[in-house]
């Protein structure tokens, strides 16, 4: 982040439900750089006004950091960002942004910083800002405008198995490139390898 600049108000949904059955292991308990995923995504976020990791309840979570679980269970990332924000609704006055992050990522960290360096520059007709790599939009890693993450969840009727295209198909959006940071998710023990992430 550029230094001096006034990042706006924001929370944060991490996403780490969903069976990881190609995997094998639950990928937020994956150990990478010193720690898990899950604590490297929530380290991410530390500036927050609130952090809800929406997925299983069965791990410790880190400190200042709340659960929602999936309603339904496995219900999907869009069903996990409805949670999130049902969660974020309990802990006081909304903030003008919320991230929404797949926990997936080792090295989200890398990139988060980017990310919140395009918010004070997004005008008032940007829903979202994503984080862009190799010429792909991240679509679970990005910046939503809060209302208008709201407003596209109330427009869907339901949330179980819908695909996160669908949720932000009418969302106005810009993104943000990252070049220097390997933005792969790690679904398949292949991924895991390729990281240096050991599964046993």
């Known amino acids: 982040m550029v230094e001096g600049m006034t990042i706006p108000g924001y929370d944060a949904i991490i996403l780490s439900g969903g069976r990881a059955s190609r995997l094998g292991s639950p990928k937020q308990r ?3 750089a010193g720690a898990t995923l899950l604590e490297r995504a929530c380290a991410a976020c530390t500036t927050a006004r609130a952090v809800v990791v929406a997925g299983p309840t069965e791990i410790d979570p880190p400190a200042g950091v709340c659960f929602a679980p999936e309603d339904p269970p496995f219900g999907g990332p869009v069903a996990g960002i409805a949670s999130g924000l049902a969660a974020l609704a309990t802990t006081g006055e909304r903030a003008d942004w919320v991230l929404v992050l797949a926990v997936d990522h ?4 890398a990139a988060v910083p980017a990310l919140l360096s395009a918010l004070p520059e997004a005008t008032p007709e940007v829903d979202s800002v994503l984080l862009e790599h190799r010429g792909e939009p991240q679509i679970l890693l990005g ?3 809060t209302a208008s993450l709201h407003r596209a969840l109330a427009a869907l009727g339901r949330t179980r198995d819908v695909s996160v295209r669908r949720l932000q198909a009418d969302l106005r959006r810009t993104t943000v490139t990252v070049t220097d940071v390997d933005l792969s ?4 023990p292949a991924d895991a390898a390729r990281f240096g992430i050991d599964l046993d």
């Open 30 to 32: 994956l150990a990478y």
């Open 106 to 109: 080792p090295e989200l960290p």
């Open 143 to 145: 910046a939503h405008r």
């Open 185 to 188: 998710d790690v679904d398949t």
